[in-house]
């Protein structure tokens, strides 16, 4: 079965830092770009940061993370990590990993989505 | 930033034909994805590339692409269908442009 599930999400403070996991099962990890999106509570989708597949070394963010949340991929593991530093409460939200349809994650399209992780922060 | 508007609701009957539009300036030369998320789930791609299906998504989803609008057509309705649904492009901007989702539209089944 072709799945992606995320780990990781959690309570924590303002300033705090949290690490965010995504595993790929069911399909070649490595042949694709994958990205990460979040949903805060009753709001609508924000597209968070991309990756493309290896060997493309290419990674881009939203603005409101930009120098705050860093994209990684260990595709030996089968895995998307997202490093979140000083985090803000505007950062509460559901945070969900995507594959891409394009491996250069440009102008993509997410073909499957994790069932997503809650990052809530507050004092 | 690029701003991509969606209207916030649509009702439609069950049977009848549903048209979800996606608003922004020059849209019509990008490539507009949409997705369907229902409560407490994951979003699913229905509609990719303007017009593509994914496989599983019946022939009832169909969607276009001109000037400043991109539309998602759901046609026979059925109560199944109800949920919110989003507009996703890719901004230029720079190295590497934004993806940008629009504000979602909530579909009601009457």
């Known amino acids: 079965e072709v799945l992606l599930v995320e780990s990781g999400g959690g309570l924590v403070r303002p300033g705090g830092s949290l690490r965010l996991s995504c595993v790929a099962s069911?399909?070649?990890?490595?042949?694709?770009?994958m990205n990460w999106v979040r949903q805060a509570p009753g709001k609508g989708l924000e597209w968070v940061s991309s990756?493309?597949?290896?060997?493309?070394?290419?990674?881009f963010y939203a603005d409101s993370v930009r120098g705050r949340f860093s994209i990684s991929r260990d595709n030996a593991k089968n895995s998307l990590y997202l490093q979140m530093t000083s985090l803000r409460a505007g950062d509460t939200a559901v945070y969900y990993c995507?594959?891409?349809?394009?491996?250069?994650?440009?102008?993509?399209?997410?073909?499957?989505w994790g069932p997503g992780t809650m990052v809530t922060v507050s004092s | 930033s690029y701003v991509v508007t969606q209207p916030p609701s649509v009702s439609v009957a069950p049977g009848e034909t549903a048209t979800l539009t996606c608003g922004g300036y020059g849209i019509g030369g990008k490539r507009v994805h949409w997705y369907r998320q229902k409560p407490g789930q994951a979003p699913v791609l229905v509609m990719y590339?303007?017009?593509d299906r994914p496989s599983g998504i019946p022939e009832r989803f169909s969607g276009s692409n001109s000037g400043n609008s991109a539309t998602l057509s759901i046609s026979r309705v059925e109560a199944g269908d109800e949920a919110a649904y989003y507009c996703q492009v890719w901004h230029v901007s720079g190295d590497h442009g934004p993806k940008v989702f629009g504000t979602g539209t909530q579909v009601t089944v009457l």
């Open positions: 590339n303007d017009r």
């Open positions: 069911g399909f070649t990890f490595s042949d694709y770009s």
């Open positions: 995507a594959r891409g349809t394009d491996e250069l994650a440009t102008d993509d399209a997410f073909d499957l």
């Open positions: 990756i493309s597949r290896p060997g493309t070394s290419i990674m």
